[in-house]
């Protein structure tokens, strides 16, 4: 292409827009005068390259490109564009791409550089994000192990099957192992053809309910050739294909005869299960076991919080309780109805009732069982107005030991409140100014009390 001759100062501008720095070069290498378009290049003190070898301002890995170009340019080989690097005064090099072209009036130099920056840290972030990609594929290699492993070793039979086609897409040795023709395959067999005919409509059913509900769902089949039912569950879960199933099969143990040994296992899971609280402990009172329900009196949510620990102190009267049934049950073997109150993790008091016996091993260690029933729940039945005061007496003698005795003088006065302002409004036929005179109260007095033990409406007028 031949062009005209272009002026200095269109020459400077059309280099100030198609390059970021622009230097001139004398023979010798040393650069002459400096152009930087950009700002970010401006902290590299590009100006005080003026007098300065070229291949001083670069990078010592930088420097036999430099005089490479260098001699490329004066010798007039081909153009080329070549990577050099800057030192910055942050310590982080700052990649240029130069070409150089040469002056053939007097010989000098134009190097025409671009930032390659951008360039840089996309490049820098390509290599992070492989550099990610390979973590994650080692991972997820090492996971596939791990799954293969457990999948393979596993006692229980295990099928992965396609919920389109109804097809085994993989089975584990143990459910491989449940044919007896280990010749065949039940990958890529449909899942149903592994049971007895009787029970595939049973299977199909399992799998549309699971399919439906996204649930774990349950039925009773056979496999081919099995001499005895077992469970299948089916459970349905989204892959990158569609949804797969995940069946296991789990076979039924023969119910046994119940010998003593029966009849022991089924003793200790009644108390395990059983509605009161059962604790047991040594005789010095310590933790040995517990069953469910006793945990859920005093809020614990594991056993390991109780074992070892002292009993007294889930006591709120602490030894004072203690004490006494440990010496009852020296003296008696049992106790039956002991009230008291336990203070749970909560620090909330349980009103409860127990009853403890003494048990003996054929060790002759001696261990105490103790029967707690939650009594919060229990209301004591309300005196009845027609009841007389030994009835009451006998419902205050109720409170000892579930109450403070100031809460249940309380009580006392309360109810003897009560049955005078009675026996009063009876004596008087429900006539309330008399019923205060003979009480020696005023009214106001007397319909405050009225109120405040429910013989009143809140309307009822003066």
Not at 126 to 135: G, P, S
Not at 216 to 240: I, S, W, Y
Not at 331 to 352: C, D, H, I
Not at 442 to 453: A, C, E, T
């Amino acid at each position: 292409m031949k062009l005209p001759s272009i002026e200095a100062h269109t020459l400077a501008s059309l280099i100030g827009v198609t390059s970021d720095v622009a230097l001139v070069i004398d023979k010798n290498g040393v650069v002459q005068d400096v152009s930087v378009k950009k700002d970010d290049l401006a902290s590299l003190g590009c100006h005080n390259w003026i007098g300065q070898a070229w291949a001083d301002t670069v990078t010592l890995d930088s420097r036999p490109k430099v005089q490479d170009m260098l001699k490329a340019a004066a010798d007039g080989s081909e153009l080329r564009w070549r990577h050099v690097n800057h030192p910055s005064p942050q310590g982080v090099d700052v990649p240029m791409q130069y070409a150089l072209v040469r002056f053939e009036s007097d010989g000098r130099f134009l190097a025409l550089g671009r930032d390659m920056e951008a360039l840089a840290v996309l490049q820098r972030r390509l290599v992070e994000t492989q550099q990610a990609m390979e973590r994650d594929y080692l991972r997820l290699r090492h996971i596939e192990t791990r799954y293969r492993i457990l999948f393979d070793t596993s006692v229980e039979a295990v099928m992965l099957v396609d919920s389109n086609s109804l097809r085994v897409t993989e089975v584990n040795l143990s459910a491989q192992a449940l044919l007896k023709d280990t010749t065949k395959r039940l990958v890529g067999r449909e899942a149903i053809e592994a049971f007895e005919p009787a029970y595939r409509e049973e299977v199909q059913a399992l799998l549309r309910m699971a399919y439906a509900t996204g649930r774990v769902e349950m039925r009773k089949a056979r496999f081919v050739g099995a001499l005895a039912d077992c469970t299948v569950t089916a459970t349905v879960f989204r892959q990158e294909n569609g949804a797969q199933f995940l069946l296991r099969l789990l076979p039924q143990e023969p119910a046994k005869e119940q010998g003593p040994q029966g009849l022991s296992a089924l003793m200790s899971q009644a108390m395990e299960r059983a509605p009161d609280g059962l604790v047991l402990t040594d005789r010095s009172g310590h933790i040995k076991a517990v069953n469910a329900e006793f945990m859920s009196i005093v809020g614990a949510t594991a056993s390991s919080q109780l074992l070892g620990q002292a009993l007294e102190q889930w006591f709120v009267r602490g030894g004072i309780d203690w004490g006494v049934l440990n010496t009852n049950l020296r003296q008696q073997t049992a106790v039956k109805e002991f009230a008291t109150n336990l203070l749970g993790f909560s620090g909330v008091a349980v009103a409860v009732e127990i009853a403890a016996l003494t048990l003996g091993s054929p060790e002759g260690e001696v261990s105490y069982a103790f029967y707690v029933r939650d009594m919060t729940r229990r209301q004591l039945p309300e005196v009845r107005e027609s009841s007389g005061m030994s009835d009451s007496v006998a419902q205050l003698a109720r409170l000892v030991g579930r109450l403070p005795m100031k809460d249940i003088v309380g009580e006392t006065v309360d109810m003897i409140e009560r049955m005078c302002i009675k026996s009063a409004l009876d004596l008087t036929h429900n006539n309330r100014a008399s019923a205060a005179e003979m009480l020696g109260l005023s009214r106001q007095s007397l319909y405050v009390k009225l109120r405040r033990h429910g013989m009143v409406s809140e309307g009822d007028a003066d």
